[in-house]
């Protein structure tokens, strides 16, 4: 069953902008994670973050994570058209992996 | 070598067919996973085997039947399937069972007809 909940369920913008996209859980975690999808293809891990964390950053990614909100988010600066893939979260609780129903982006070049 | 491979790349069979989907990792990880994920949703966890052991089976019917017949192989055996069990089943391994990174492979697209 799913776990998170992702916000835009799409999102469509043009290339050089940036784009951010929301994960809220329920259930409390050890961590959380970003996965990519290019259609039809196997996910490919983008970062984790731990519950006692609170940012991280990977190159033109930056995660955040509230766990008093139960939230995280997603932003991919200066966005390229080859970022146009599916971007799901995904939490662990005592090894138990939820995936979100993930943010479909497009990157208009 | 960071790479899940699955095998075949697509799959088409009939309703009375029995088939075999096949995942293979050299990373040393001791976990492995079969997901099942349909269009346009997010994978669903059916199996984890950890330490070639069955750890968990997400309540999944019984014409779906795993196999880790060593610690860099994982079979999805297939029989009997519906329709509705057309999907893109992809397989992760990860270093141990403990929520940390899980590195998938391209995915088995399965057509049932």
């Known amino acids: 069953s799913q776990q998170g909940e992702e916000d835009p369920q799409a999102l469509s913008i043009q290339e050089g902008e940036n784009a951010t996209m929301n994960c809220s859980y329920k259930?409390?975690?050890?961590?959380l994670q970003w996965y990519r999808q290019n259609s039809g293809r196997g996910l490919v891990h983008l970062i984790l973050i731990r519950s006692n964390e609170r940012e991280k950053h990977s190159g033109r990614l930056r995660v955040t994570l509230d766990t008093s909100k139960k939230s995280s988010s997603l932003l991919i600066t200066a966005s390229r058209a080859a970022d146009t893939a599916s971007y799901f979260c995904a939490t662990d609780n005592n090894n138990d992996m939820r995936f979100g129903a993930g943010t479909r982006l497009t990157v208009k070049p | 070598d960071t790479e899940v491979t699955q095998t075949p790349k697509h799959l088409v069979m009939g309703m009375t067919n029995k088939k075999s989907l096949k995942c293979e990792q050299h990373?040393?990880?001791?976990?492995m996973y079969w997901y099942k994920q349909k269009a346009k949703k997010p994978p669903e966890l059916m199996f984890v085997y950890s330490y070639e052991k069955l750890s968990i089976n997400e309540s999944v019917p019984s014409r779906f039947s795993p196999e880790c017949p060593n610690s860099s192989l994982l079979n999805l055996h297939l029989h009997a399937l519906q329709p509705e069990d057309s999907a893109l089943y992809l397989c992760a391994s990860s270093q141990d069972f403990d929520g940390e990174t899980q590195y998938f492979g391209p995915g088995t697209r399965l057509l049932v007809l």
């Open positions: 990373m040393g990880h001791r976990a």
């Open positions: 259930t409390s975690i050890n961590n």
